[in-house]
């Protein structure tokens, strides 16, 4: 699998990260069954690193998601092709594990590191590869700011690789396919 992806560096130091921390498949197991969750695009400000952190949904999109529940029948629905969150969310297998993350009221973690210091990173619409585009994050520990420059034709070859975590957000296994 080829993809392409974006660089992130800092206009002051040699920090370096990039979108494909955020590849591959990522899963909660709780009570013997998994649930996939969705994950973003973050600064760990204990692994000072790009990092892929939790995405929760809001309380609105769970609420929603539950009414929706009430009703459906239908097959789970596909992230790429569902715009709609809370339809997507309450189309999925194993929607009590989300439930659980959720009950618990807890902060998003970092998924390398399993705590939450993070910021998450928002990336513009339009990025390009000749020129760096700011990402308005202070990079922690230094003057500069974060900033995002595509890889442009460049593509990087990746295994698919599953992570699977606890309810708490911590890892308990990799497995590269
Ligand atoms: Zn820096
Ligand atoms: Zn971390």
Same mark, same amino acid.
């Given at each position: 699998?080829?993809?392409?992806?974006? +660089?992130?560096?800092?206009?002051?130091?040699?920090?370096?990260?990039?979108?494909?921390?955020?590849?591959?498949?990522?899963?909660? /197991?709780?009570?013997?069954?998994?649930? +996939?969750?969705?994950? +973003?695009? !973050?600064?760990?400000?204990?692994?000072?690193?790009?990092?892929?952190?939790? /995405?929760?949904?809001?309380?609105? %999109?769970?609420? /929603?998601? #539950?009414?929706?529940?009430?009703?459906?029948? !239908? @097959?789970?629905?596909? #992230?790429?092709?569902? @715009?709609?969150?809370?339809?997507?969310?309450?189309?999925? %297998? &194993?929607?009590?594990?989300?439930?659980?993350?959720?009950?618990?009221? #807890?902060?998003?973690?970092?998924?390398?590191?399993?705590?939450?210091?993070?910021?998450?990173?928002?990336?513009?619409? +339009?990025?390009?590869?000749?020129?760096?585009?700011?990402? !308005?994050? @202070? &990079?922690?520990?230094?003057?500069? %700011?974060?900033?995002? /420059?595509?890889?442009? !034709?460049? #593509?990087?070859?990746? %295994?698919?690789?599953?992570?699977?975590?606890?309810?708490?957000? &911590?890892?308990?296994?990799?497995?590269?396919?």
């Amino acid at each position: 699998m080829s993809i392409p992806f974006i +660089q992130i560096g800092c206009t002051e130091c040699d920090f370096r990260g990039d979108t494909l921390t955020t590849f591959g498949c990522y899963l909660w /197991q709780h009570e013997g069954n998994v649930f +996939q969750f969705e994950r +973003q695009l !973050g600064l760990c400000l204990d692994c000072n690193k790009v990092v892929a952190v939790e /995405q929760l949904p809001s309380s609105e %999109t769970m609420e /929603q998601a #539950r009414a929706i529940r009430r009703t459906y029948n !239908g @097959k789970p629905l596909l #992230r790429f092709l569902e @715009k709609d969150d809370a339809r997507y969310l309450a189309s999925q %297998t &194993h929607f009590e594990i989300l439930e659980a993350v959720c009950e618990l009221r #807890r902060l998003p973690v970092c998924l390398e590191c399993g705590n939450s210091a993070i910021r998450q990173i928002e990336l513009p619409r +339009q990025i390009y590869s000749d020129t760096k585009v700011s990402l !308005g994050l @202070k &990079h922690p520990w230094c003057e500069g %700011t974060l900033e995002a /420059q595509s890889s442009g !034709g460049l #593509r990087m070859g990746l %295994t698919p690789i599953t992570y699977t975590y606890d309810i708490y957000g &911590h890892l308990l296994s990799t497995v590269n396919e």
